[in-house]
C-alpha cells in the first residue's frame, strides 16, 4: 500500500494526523508489513471498518490526547492544559456525580453499606428492589438479556408518568448506553434486495455513531440537512427531497431523528415532530427517535415532546407505527457516560422481529447490572416525601441550570466574534457554530491537505489546547464550515475557553485575510 | 408465513417450545401480522439474525423461567423450585462475591468511603489507582475505547507475571466481558472474496457464541470434533481433516480453541497446544485463544499453559503469528458475570489492522469503567504484605477448592448412572456427559418433533426442573447425545440435583426399554 493510500486511510473524516506524526507511522508501518506475511492485513481485513469513521474519537482526539502527554513530559506549550471539548462527557469536564444514584449502586454492590447509617432509607430501599430482581441476590449474576424485569417495569411506568400513554415493560430492552440499543435495533434491518441496499435516513450534521453504524453495516446513508437558518429546523420539504433522491438507489427504510439535536442543540417543537410521524407514515419508515437528552432543554418557550407521545396522541393510523426510542444515564443532569445503562422502547415492532431481537441479543448475555442499577435510579428517583428528595432535587436542578447558562454564554460569545455565527442552543450539550473562512485560509488548509475546518481545528488545538470537532465529521452544507464544541466545562473553565477561542479566531482570521 | 416455518424460526438449536405454548403464541403473532402492514417484519428482517442461535438462552430456558413463574403462581408441579444448570453464573448458584474486589468498586463509586475504618488500605489504594486513572476523576466520564491505561498497564503485567514473556499494554483492550472482544476482532474477519467466505474453525462441542457470532457475520463455520474417547481432547488430525474439507467451500482464516473447555472441561495438555500451533502457522490461520476459564483447572497433573506463552517459548517462526487471547471476570473463582469486565491481547496483529480495530470500537465509546475496575482487582489482587491478602486467598482458595470437589461429584455421579458415561471435569465449569437414548426414546422423541437430546432436556425439566442444555445446542457427532450441565450449583444444592437427576434418567430408560 503506498504512502498516500494510508495517509487517506488513516485520515478521518476528511481530517488526519499531524504531518510529522503521520510520517514516522507510515514508516514504521511500512517496515513492519514488509516484515512479516499476516492473515490479516488491510487486504483481508472487513471493509466495512475501514469505511467508518467516529470524528468524535478521531485524530484531533489522539492528537489532543498526545498533546497532553507532551505538556505532562515538559515540552512547552503556548497553553499548560488541553480543554477537550470534544465529547459530552459532564464528568470529566468537572460535573459531580449525583449522590443517591451513586448511593444506590454503592449498596447494590456492597450490602453490608445497609448498615451505614448516613446512607439514606430510599437508597436503601431501591438497592434491596434490584437485589431482590437478581438471580440469587447479587448483581454478579447475569440479569436477563433484556434486562432486570423490576427495572423494565419501572422504566415503563416512568414513560407513562411522562407521556401519559401506557407503556408495556416487556417492550424496554435495557442497554449499556444508549449506543448499543440503536446499533443492535439497526442490526435488524440489514438486508440487501437483489443488491439493493436499505437506506437510513440521518439528519445532516449528525451523531456520528450514525454514519459509523451505517458505514459497518453497509446500508446506505440518507442525509437530510436541517435548516441552519431556522436555528437547526428540520423541513418536511428536505425530507422529502432527500428520500425521493435516495430511492433512486436504495429503498428507505429508516428515519432517524435526533431530539433535542446533536450536535445542533435544536429542540423540536410539537408541530415539526408530528409533520415528521405524518411523513415517515406515508414512506413507511421505521421511526428511530434519539431522545436522550430528553432533560435538557434550556430555552424559553422549548419543550421536551417524545415521539411515543405523539404518535399516541395523533391517534389511528399514526398509533400503530413502528417506533425505537432511546435514553441514556450518560447525559440529562446525570452525566454516567463511563458506567454505560440505558433503555430502549420497542413500540409497534413485530412481535416475530422483536422475538428474534431477543434472540440476537442473548449471544451477548446482559447489559452491564451495573449500569442498568444506574438507569433504575434515573427512571425511579426519590420522591418528595422521600428522605433523599431535596438533595437530589438541588443537585439535579444546579446542574441543570448551570448547563442553561452556559448555554446562553457560549452562544452570546461566539455570535460577538466577527466571522462567527451561532444558533441558539435550546437544548442538549452542544453549539454548531458557522465559521467563515478567508480564502486564504482556505487554500493553506488545502496546501496542508486538509479539509478548511480540519485545519482550522488543529490550528485551534495547537495553539490553545483546545479541542474541538470540526463539521466535516458531523456532516454539512458543501462550502460552509463548523464546528461542535460542548457546553460541558465548569463555568470558570469554560469562561476561559471561550476567551482564548475568541482571541485565536481573531488572530487566525487577521493572518489569512 | 406457515405455522410449520415459524415454528421451525422459533425453534433453537434442533430445540422448540413446549407444544402448548407454542400454539398460543402462534396464534397470536399470525393475527397481528395480519393486522398492520410493518416496515420489518419475517420477509424483511436482517436473515442472519434468522438464522443465527444461542441455545445457552434458548427454549429451554425461557420455559425454565415460565416454570418458575407458574411455581410462584401456586402451579402444582413435582418439584419446588427450578434449577438452573444452563449457564455458567456461579452468583445466581448462590457462589458468593469476592470481598475486595466488591470493596475496591464501592469506592470507586462512592469516595466518601475512603474514611471507613472498615475498609482495608489495599482496597483503597486500588481505587485511587483507578481514579486517578479516570477523566476527571470519576468512573462517571468515558474511558478510552480501548479502556483505562493504568489498568491496561496492570493487565501486561499480570500476563507477564503468568507467562514469563513480555507483554505490551498498548495490546491490551479492555472489554464489557470476553464476548465483546471475541466479537470485535471476529468483526474484522469479515470478508467475502469473490462470494466465498472466511472460515473460522470452531470445536465441536463448542460455545455457542462462536455458532451465533458466526452466523450473524456470515461467515463459514468449519467444526473440528473434539475427541470423547480421550477426554475430549484436540486431535491434530481431525483438525487436518476439518481444514481440507473445509477449504473446498470456504477459505480458512481463523482458528478457535477454547482451554479450559466449555462445554467439554477438557484442559489441554502444552505438548497439544504446540502442535495446534504448529498447524495454525502451516495453514496460516489467526490464532483466537478462548482463556476465560485460566483460573478454573482442577484435576491432578493438569496446568493450564497460555496459548500465548507456548508461541513464545517455541520461538521463531512461531513467536510472530497473529493471536488473540480472551480473559472474563466472570469466571474463574470471580464469577462477577453482570459487572461485565474482561480483556483481550493482541499479539503480533498488523499495526494497520490494529488501528482500524481502535477505531471500530470507538464508536461503541467505552466498555463499562466498572467492569473495568473489577478486571483491575483480577489482575492486581491483594499481594502477600497487604491487609486484604488472607482473606483474600481465603475466599479464593474457598471457591476453586468447592469447585473442584463439584467436578468430581458430577463425574462420578453419572458415571454411576447405567446408560450415560462423562469424561474427567479438569477445568472449566461444565460436564458434558453423553447418555444413552433407547429406541423408542428416539421414537417417542420424532413423534414430537424434538431432536431426542432435546426431547430428553424438556422431560428432565418438566418432571424434576433441573434445566441443562442438550448437546445439540454445542454440537455432537451425529448420533450420539449428551448434555452441558454446570457444576455450579453449592455442594448441597448440586447434590439433590444429582439424585433427581439419576432417578430421573433410571425412570426415563426404564419407561422406553
Chains 1, 2 share one sequence.
Not at 459531580?96 to 444506590?104: D, E, G, H, S, Y
Not at 452491564?368 to 442499577?373: D, K, N, V, Y
Not at 470537532?469 to 460541558?488: A, C, D, E, V
Request: glycine fraction near 8%.
Amino acid at each position: 500500500m503506498s504512502s498516500a493510500g494510508l495517509r487517506r486511510l488513516l485520515s478521518a473524516g476528511g481530517s488526519q494526523l499531524s504531518s510529522n506524526l503521520l510520517s514516522v507511522r507510515i514508516r514504521s508501518l511500512s517496515l513492519a508489513t514488509t516484515m512479516e506475511q499476516r492473515v490479516v492485513t488491510l487486504e483481508s481485513v472487513n471493509p466495512n471498518v475501514i469505511k467508518m469513521e467516529y470524528a468524535v474519537r478521531g485524530p484531533l482526539v489522539i492528537r489532543a490526547t498526545a498533546i497532553e502527554k507532551e505538556l505532562e513530559a515538559g515540552v512547552s506549550k503556548p497553553f499548560k492544559t488541553v480543554t477537550k471539548a470534544n465529547i459530552g462527557d459532564a464528568h470529566a469536564m468537572g460535573q459531580k456525580p449525583i449522590t443517591f444514584l451513586r448511593q444506590v449502586v454503592s449498596l447494590c454492590l456492597m450490602p453490608s453499606l445497609m448498615d451505614d447509617p448516613f446512607i439514606p432509607s430510599d437508597a436503601k430501599e431501591r438497592a434491596r428492589a434490584i437485589l431482590n430482581g437478581c438471580k440469587g441476590g447479587s448483581l454478579g449474576s447475569y440479569s436477563d438479556s433484556p434486562g432486570i424485569e423490576i427495572i423494565r417495569h419501572h422504566v415503563a411506568e416512568y414513560i407513562e408518568r411522562r407521556d401519559g400513554f401506557p407503556s408495556n415493560w416487556e417492550n424496554i430492552i435495557l442497554c449499556a448506553g444508549a449506543s448499543e440499543g440503536i446499533r443492535g435495533i439497526m442490526k435488524m434491518m440489514i438486508k440487501h434486495e437483489n443488491g439493493i441496499k436499505p437506506g437510513v435516513m440521518i439528519p445532516i450534521p449528525q451523531y456520528p455513531l450514525y454514519s459509523a453504524t451505517i458505514a459497518e453495516y453497509d446500508l446506505h446513508q440518507i442525509g437530510y440537512y436541517l435548516n441552519e437558518s431556522t436555528n437547526w429546523g428540520l423541513d418536511i420539504s428536505e425530507l422529502e427531497r432527500a428520500y425521493n433522491e435516495a430511492k433512486e438507489v436504495s429503498y428507505p427504510k429508516v428515519l432517524v431523528v435526533i431530539n433535542p439535536g446533536n450536535p445542533t442543540g435544536n429542540v423540536l417543537s410539537k408541530e415539526n415532530i408530528k409533520g415528521i410521524i405524518k411523513f415517515a407514515y406515508e414512506k413507511k419508515l421505521f421511526l428511530f427517535a434519539d431522545e436522550v437528552y430528553q432533560d435538557n432543554v434550556y430555552a424559553k418557550g422549548c419543550k421536551f415532546h417524545s415521539f411515543k407521545k405523539l404518535i399516541m396522541e395523533m391517534g389511528a393510523p399514526y398509533n400503530k407505527m413502528e417506533l425505537a426510542s432511546f435514553m441514556s444515564c450518560s447525559k440529562g443532569y446525570m452525566g454516567e457516560c463511563g458506567l454505560r445503562g440505558g433503555y430502549a422502547e420497542l413500540i409497534n415492532v413485530d412481535p416475530q422481529v422483536k422475538a428474534l431481537y431477543l434472540k440476537s441479543i442473548s449471544a451477548k448475555l446482559c447489559p452491564t447490572t451495573l449500569g442498568q442499577a444506574v438507569m433504575e435510579c434515573v427512571v425511579n428517583p426519590p420522591q418528595e416525601e422521600e428522605p433523599s428528595y431535596n438533595q437530589f432535587m438541588e443537585e439535579k436542578h444546579a446542574v441543570l441550570s448551570s448547563l442553561a447558562k452556559r448555554a446562553e454564554m457560549v452562544v452570546e460569545t461566539f455570535n460577538s466574534v466577527p466571522g462567527m455565527s451561532c444558533n441558539i442552543v435550546q437544548g442538549a450539550m452542544y453549539a454548531f457554530p458557522q465559521i467563515m473562512l478567508p480564502k486564504k485560509a482556505v487554500e493553506a488548509a488545502k496546501a496542508a491537505g486538509q479539509a478548511p475546518d480540519v485545519f482550522y481545528a488543529f490550528q485551534l488545538l495547537e495553539n490553545t489546547g483546545i479541542c474541538i470537532i470540526p463539521g466535516s465529521g458531523f456532516g454539512q452544507q458543501p462550502g460552509t464550515y463548523h464546528f461542535r464544541t460542548t457546553i460541558l466545562p465548569q463555568p470558570e473553565m469554560l469562561k476561559t475557553m471561550l476567551e482564548k477561542f475568541r482571541e485565536f479566531h481573531t488572530n487566525f482570521i487577521k493572518l489569512y485575510e
